[in-house]
């Protein structure tokens, strides 16, 4: 089954307007990665966070990872029309196997 | 650079046919592998790759064959195929996809595969 949830599955977001998905492992990861996927395309990698606390920022996105390792965060400021998509997590679990959660659909309200 | 190339792009089955999803890459990467995406499943992993002659199940493997004879091609073989396979194909590559070693994955432009 899925190892690594992802809440909420759908979001409508008001253009301008900020908005926070979340990740959720069930065991501590080694690290954790973010990718976007604009609607009829593929996914596309962000970030990858590795240190327990860890915060990084790109532009209007701030990523996070936990303290315990076990989620993370991906949080916009003023959305913007090219902020729609789905955004995915991934974590490494097992046998070198990568595992992604069902993903965060966005839709922006111009 | 092309990245990670995948055709076809889009493909029609009978149920029951037969056929192979290309995948290669042409970044030398170790690590390769196929998902498949389902309206509100995100992607499933069907099997992996970490180095040519090396393969291994992920998630949902039944129904698929793969190999892995040179570094840059990742082919997906469809035994039989049934309707419950109709989906979106994405093969992708990454330097290392070992746990803790784990590093960014490339995404081909995906097969919209149709069984009918």
């Known amino acids: 089954g899925q190892q690594v949830m992802q809440i909420p599955q759908y979001q409508h977001v008001q253009e301008g307007e900020d908005f926070t998905t979340y990740c959720n492992s069930s065991t501590t990861l080694s690290n954790i990665q973010w990718y976007k996927q604009r609607p009829g395309g593929h996914p596309v990698f962000l970030i990858q966070l590795v240190k327990s606390g860890e915060v990084k920022k790109q532009k209007r996105l701030t990523f996070q990872f936990g303290e315990a390792k076990k989620n993370s965060s991906l949080h916009i400021t003023a959305t913007q029309t090219t902020d729609v998509g789905t955004y995915f997590c991934?974590?490494?679990?097992?046998?070198?196997?990568?595992?992604f959660g069902k993903g965060n659909q966005v839709v922006v309200i111009p | 650079n092309a990245g990670v190339t995948q055709t076809p792009k889009f493909q029609v089955l009978k149920t029951g046919q037969s056929m192979t999803l290309q995948c290669a890459q042409d970044m030398n990467h170790e690590y390769m592998s196929w998902y498949r995406q389902d309206p509100g499943m995100g992607l499933r992993l069907i099997h992996y790759s970490v180095g040519a002659g090396i393969t291994d199940q992920g998630e949902v493997p039944n129904g698929y064959n793969v190999s892995r004879s040179t570094t840059e091609d990742f082919p997906l073989r469809l035994l039989s195929a049934a309707p419950s396979q109709t989906s979106v194909y994405f093969c992708?590559?990454?330097?290392?996809?070992?746990?803790?070693?784990?590093?960014?994955?490339?995404f081909g432009q995906g097969t919209r595969l149709t069984v009918v």
């Open positions: 992708a590559s990454s330097y290392s996809g070992l746990g803790a070693r784990s590093t960014e994955a490339f």
């Open positions: 991934a974590g490494p679990y097992g046998n070198n196997r990568l595992a």
